[in-house]
């Protein structure tokens, strides 16, 4: 009798160890596969914003009528010196457009046109440098039409619904809009907003 119970002791106490192996194990996997899927996608947009730079650096050398405002599909870049960022800017703010790059906002003004231009991108890639920008720092926005140059005026918190955030003053403006708090994990429930106006240009 105590035989028995002490082979069913055992046979349990093997079993939970197979188990927890096996559960190890299976979390390993589920850990190399998450690694793996975010180092896709971390080469995926920097191998995306260096071959659209190139190719955007190549059509700039092709000459465009002064003044001419570009198509909303045409990419333009976008440039903070101050904190470290230049991103690649396509049409739309769809999830790829974003994992990739920064995307016009739908709807908002053109470069070139009056009015306020959105721009978005996340806060834990493109934007991240965004959480040390000043007052009266200096955006450029680069286009095939030539080149924007925008001041900051203002920076704000507000909250995710906030539906006047792209609202055109009547000048010519630069709305840049990311996800706030710059740490929060998961869907963050605010938004970081900074606003600039149009102080120059080139073509």
Not at 11 to 26: E, F
Not at 55 to 67: I, K, N, T, Y
Not at 129 to 140: A, E, P, S
Request: net charge positive; aromatic share 10%.
């Amino acid at each position: 009798m105590h035989l028995r119970i002490r082979w069913q002791e055992s046979h349990r106490s093997h079993r939970r160890r197979i188990l927890a192996q096996a559960a190890s194990t299976i979390l390993f996997l589920l850990g190399i596969l998450a690694l793996g899927f975010c180092a896709f996608v971390f080469l995926e947009a920097k191998y995306y914003q260096a071959t659209e730079l190139r190719d955007f650096e190549r059509s700039l050398a092709v000459w465009a009528p002064p003044g001419a405002v570009p198509e909303a599909a045409a990419p333009s870049r976008l440039e903070i010196p101050s904190v470290g960022i230049s991103v690649m800017v396509h049409e739309g703010v769809g999830s790829r457009n974003l994992r990739l790059g920064a995307g016009h906002i739908p709807g908002t003004a053109l470069p070139g046109e009056a009015g306020n231009i959105g721009i978005a991108a996340h806060r834990d890639s493109y934007f991240r440098g965004l959480r040390n920008i000043r007052l009266n720092d200096t955006i450029l926005l680069t286009t095939l039409a030539g080149t924007y140059q925008y001041s900051v005026e203002w920076t704000r918190v507000v909250p995710a619904d906030e539906k006047n955030l792209l609202a055109s003053s009547g000048e010519s403006s630069l709305t840049l809009v990311t996800c706030y708090p710059f740490y929060y994990v998961g869907s963050a429930p605010d938004r970081f907003i900074v606003r600039a106006r149009r102080v120059g240009s080139t073509h």
